[in-house]
């Protein structure tokens, strides 16, 4: 037989000029063939490929993905003969995850047996974003996935950025995440949480001020707007931010220019600028509580972090990174999850989402004193979980903390009701907890898996009072 005869050459041959990651696999998911760029993700030779199972090579396990909850290509594109595409997540030779965007294609070898052609783009190169916790991102269900490339489509552009979603999801880690990748990754990334400063420094705080500005002024400082030029400035919960206040950001993100408070001179900085919030802002605009041209001016991207419970199949992987980090912090040995552990945890709906999650295994990790974390070290906040529906109801009596409304002078004894909005779910259980702990708001805000601010901000919102 000629080389140009053997339908392996032939292939071969083919996908060799690919400019991206190429295999070609058999029925029996066996690599019949594959391209250097595929070998060198995965770190190994084309004759230790080939012969292999694509599952053994991409995920390191012995079965096929689809017998591990994943939507398999290989399954899909065999049983229609259609053209097939999906989000997955591999493991390079160092078992790092290694995020792609997978296409698969029906093709017939020069004898007419059925093989698939898959094709790899890396949706984004090894995660190295970190917070202040070394906390990384990880995951691999589908909702991760798509939000991920999301968020590297997002740093290929200088478009300003708005990340929603709900409290503890994460979006600060996201900020990082798109920084990192941006072409401003050189430059500086610069953070500032708009709920922790009083309005009256916020423009001190954000701008800088001269000598003398104000009372206890000494010296002239650099804003953070300042600092953050040539690279990205963070602005977590945005939605916090006055009128005021929004209207001099907004003045400064279209021309570029601000003075210092107290200052004469006008500064200019080039800055990308990555917020985030919790709340709608489109309802905060209709209640005119947020400012519509500075809606549009911060929203030229916008991405949702899901909430954990949307990406269950994440929380193991999740669990042993945040127990990883939580160790060292603490200078324990190594802890792991019995598999009733894991269970447990998958099985709560994480209204809390990761900062839950963290605190739920800082909580397991005092408890346990041989590393290995049991479900009874597992401690659930079943009365928040269950406004999302996965636990029933009590209709148990609620001793509330009353709204300050004086047609309402008391709201004791009133069940929780199954036509009720999830506001009004949260202002009971952000009260039952409240009464259990004394007001003690930092112990509250601890089993409601959330900060202490953030708890103080529903409060308010809510017109609780003691």
């Known amino acids: 037989m000629k080389p140009e005869d053997n339908p392996l050459i032939t292939m071969q041959s083919f996908i060799d000029t690919q400019e991206f990651p190429v295999v070609i696999i058999d029925a029996r998911y066996k690599i019949v063939a594959a391209n250097a760029l595929y070998c060198s993700t995965y770190g190994i030779s084309l004759k230790q490929v080939v012969g292999r199972t694509c599952h053994q090579v991409s995920h390191g396990s012995d079965v096929p993905c689809d017998q591990n909850g994943e939507d398999c290509p290989h399954r899909h594109v065999f049983e229609t003969d259609q053209p097939f595409e999906v989000l997955h997540t591999h493991f390079d030779a160092a078992h790092r995850p290694d995020y792609v965007r997978i296409k698969a294609y029906p093709i017939h070898s020069v004898d007419n047996r059925p093989l698939l052609l898959e094709t790899l783009t890396r949706i984004t190169p090894q995660i190295n974003a970190a917070d202040a916790n070394g906390e990384v991102m990880v995951g691999r269900s589908p909702a991760f996935l798509a939000c991920l490339e999301n968020l590297t489509v997002a740093a290929k552009s200088g478009a300003p950025l708005l990340l929603t979603g709900e409290t503890g999801v994460g979006k600060d880690l996201a900020a990082r995440f798109v920084h990192q990748r941006s072409n401003r990754s050189g430059g500086p990334y610069v953070s500032l949480n708009c709920a922790a400063i009083p309005e009256a420094l916020f423009e001190s705080e954000l701008f800088g001020h001269e000598r003398g500005a104000f009372t206890g002024s000494v010296g002239h400082k650099r804003g953070l707007f300042e600092i953050a030029d040539g690279g990205s400035l963070f602005l977590d919960e945005i939605g916090e931010l006055s009128l005021p206040a929004q209207a001099k950001l907004l003045r400064a993100l279209d021309v570029g220019e601000f003075r210092r408070v107290g200052g004469k001179s006008v500064l200019k900085a080039d800055v990308r600028l990555i917020s985030a919030t919790n709340r ?171 900060s202490e601010r953030t708890l103080y901000r529903k409060i308010l919102r809510y017109q609780l009072q003691s």
Not at 305 to 326: F, G, H, K, T, Y
Not at 334 to 357: D, Q, S, V, Y
Not at 365 to 374: F, R, T, W, Y
Not at 434 to 441: D, F, V
Request: aromatic share 4%; hydrophobic share 35%.
């Open 280 to 450: 709608n802002l489109i309802t905060s605009v209709k209640q005119e509580n947020f400012r519509e041209d500075f809606y549009h001016r911060i929203a030229g991207m916008k991405v949702d972090i899901p909430p954990l419970r949307s990406r269950a199949a994440d929380i193991p992987l999740l669990a042993e990174v945040l127990l990883n980090q939580i160790c060292l912090r603490e200078k324990r040995t190594p802890c792991w999850l019995t598999p009733e552990a894991i269970k447990l945890l998958m099985g709560h709906t994480f209204p809390g989402n990761i900062r839950e999650l963290r605190n739920i295994l800082t909580e397991a990790v005092a408890i346990s004193s041989d590393g290995s974390i049991l479900a009874k070290h597992i401690r659930l906040s079943t009365q928040i979980s269950s406004q999302f529906g996965t636990q029933p109801h009590t209709h148990r009596p609620l001793h509330t903390i009353a709204p300050n409304n004086p047609t309402s002078p008391h709201a004791a004894h009133r069940p929780i009701a199954d036509n009720q909005s999830l506001a009004e779910m949260e202002t009971h259980r952000i009260t039952e907890i409240l009464q259990q702990c004394a007001g003690n708001r930092k112990q509250a805000a601890d089993l409601l898996g959330i």
